[in-house]
């Protein structure tokens, strides 16, 4: 089956400490993309790569990093310079040009201590 | 800036009923594309429904349809025959100058959720 798998499922890190969430898709898509909810709240652009090897920031990439090394893989890693890292992620492949529709992952939750 | 509007925060509906769910959004691209997702409480963001800025015909996936209004700028989601299963968070996305440079990013409305009465 295609889709797109997120591990961990919970995130538990402490202070001062960087976490890095995986992110696997098996369908083929060029383009990948993390973004953070908050509570309550819409969804926030983190990272997006439209390509191996090359990836940008979106709008709240502080204190956040990525890799795109595999098409099918996009890591996140949430550094200790993230001040409010405690949110849900998920991550998205997008199917290509004609509609530009994105699938997502199940989401890690991550919290800090 | 491009801005998503969704102004009911919550909404509840008897089982069977048909319910509407607004959106509006502010642009200047003549080209974009709307999306409606839906987050049960586990979390996962389900696809619902694609309209694109240039499609006369609203669109339609089984239970759901899109009310698009061009003019209004306005992209309401129609569910009919809500079932128990529909109480989620639902939410509206665009992306703006769609197959430009856009890159297929995202923008977000703040979530409506539905509660479906037995």
């Known amino acids: 089956d295609g889709g797109i798998t997120q591990s961990p499922k919970y995130l538990f890190r402490k202070e001062g400490q960087n976490v890095t969430l995986s992110c696997e898709q098996n369908?083929?898509?060029?383009?990948m993309y993390w973004y953070r909810q908050d509570p309550g709240q819409g969804l926030r652009l983190i990272y997006y790569?439209?390509?191996?090897?090359?990836?940008q920031k979106g709008d709240i990439a502080e204190g956040y990093s990525v890799s795109r090394e595999k098409k099918e893989s996009f890591p996140l890693t949430v550094t200790s310079a993230q001040k409010n890292p405690t949110a849900f992620y998920l991550c998205?492949?997008?199917?290509?040009?004609?509609?530009?529709?994105?699938?997502f992952g199940p989401g890690t939750r991550l919290t800090v201590l | 800036a491009q801005k998503i509007t969704q102004t009911q925060p919550g909404m509840f509906v008897q089982e069977k009923e048909a319910v509407t769910l607004d959106c509006t959004y502010d642009?200047?691209?003549?080209?974009?594309?709307l999306f409606w997702y839906k987050q049960p409480s586990s979390g996962e963001m389900i696809f619902l429904i694609y309209?694109?800025?240039?499609?006369?015909q609203n669109a339609t996936e089984g239970r759901y349809s899109l009310n698009f209004q061009k003019a209004r700028k306005s992209a309401n989601l129609v569910i009919s025959a809500s079932q128990l299963g529909d109480s989620a968070m639902y939410f509206c996305?665009?992306?703006?100058?769609?197959?430009?440079?856009?890159?297929?990013?995202?923008?977000f409305g703040q979530g409506t959720i539905l509660t479906v009465h037995p």
């Open positions: 790569s439209q390509i191996v090897n090359d990836f």
């Open positions: 309209q694109g800025s240039y499609d006369e």
């Open positions: 642009t200047s691209d003549q080209s974009y594309g």
């Open positions: 369908l083929n898509h060029d383009a």
């Open positions: 996305a665009m992306n703006f100058n769609a197959g430009g440079t856009s890159y297929g990013k995202l923008t």
């Open positions: 998205a492949s997008r199917e290509g040009q004609l509609t530009d529709t994105q699938y």
